[in-house]
């Protein structure tokens, strides 16, 4: 086990008060939430494709960091508009 | 790789965490809406920069320090972009508009006491 996944460990403490907030606030301050567990999921992954030496796991973060992207623009249009 | 290299990866790792570490706590503790906002600004800067530092570091110039630059870049612009669109979303939801008005009387907040609880 190296400094990257004890790091990638670490770091998924980070997503207990995301979710906290997430499910115990008003809907906007979920949405708030949501988007910080999006940038610490996105560090996660980038932490375990360099624990495990492979440059392909990159691209899910990637993919992780597009989605929470255009999820949390949806996300915040549709708050302001419907709910 | 020297064992200089390995301390530099091992506290830029440490810092990123902790710093990350610390902002979501203070998501949690903070008890206004916009207060909370400010706390995604810290972890797609610094811990993103202290992370991209270290696959510099270990990795060199190839395909996982330019994967990782255009994920950190995804990163440092989303927050400006989400911080302003869930800001924007609050006030809508609020006042039932978005733009100024001339005739709008905006209440001075005080430092915690303003916002959605």
């Given at each position: 086990m190296n400094v990257w996944l004890i790091a990638a460990a670490v770091l998924m403490f980070g997503l207990i008060?995301?979710?906290?907030?997430?499910?115990?606030?008003?809907?906007i301050n979920r949405l708030v939430g949501l988007e910080m567990a999006g940038m610490i999921e996105t560090l996660i992954l980038i932490f375990l494709a360099q624990g495990f030496?492979?440059?392909?796991?990159y691209d899910l973060a990637l993919a992780m960091a597009l989605?929470?992207?255009?999820g949390g623009l949806v996300f915040a249009r549709f708050l302001e508009r419907w709910l | 790789m020297s064992g200089a290299a390995h301390i530099a990866i091992e506290v830029l790792?440490?810092?990123?965490?902790?710093?990350?570490?610390?902002?979501?706590?203070?998501?949690a503790i903070m008890p206004d809406f916009y207060e909370r906002l400010h706390?995604?600004?810290?972890?797609?800067t610094i811990t993103t920069v202290c992370v991209l530092v270290a696959v510099v570091i270990q990795e060199g110039w190839g395909q996982a320090t330019?994967?990782?630059?255009v994920i950190v870049l995804v990163l440092f612009f989303m927050n400006a972009t989400l911080t302003h669109a869930t800001a924007r979303a609050d006030r809508v939801r609020k006042l039932g508009h978005w733009t100024a008005d001339p005739k709008e009387n905006i209440p001075v907040v005080k430092s915690g006491s303003g916002g959605t609880k």
């Open positions: 008060p995301c979710g906290i907030v997430v499910f115990t606030r008003d809907a030496q492979n440059p392909n796991f989605l929470s992207f255009g | 790792l440490s810092i990123g965490v902790i710093v990350a570490l610390i902002c979501c706590l203070g998501l706390y995604m600004a810290t972890v797609s330019l994967k990782t630059i």
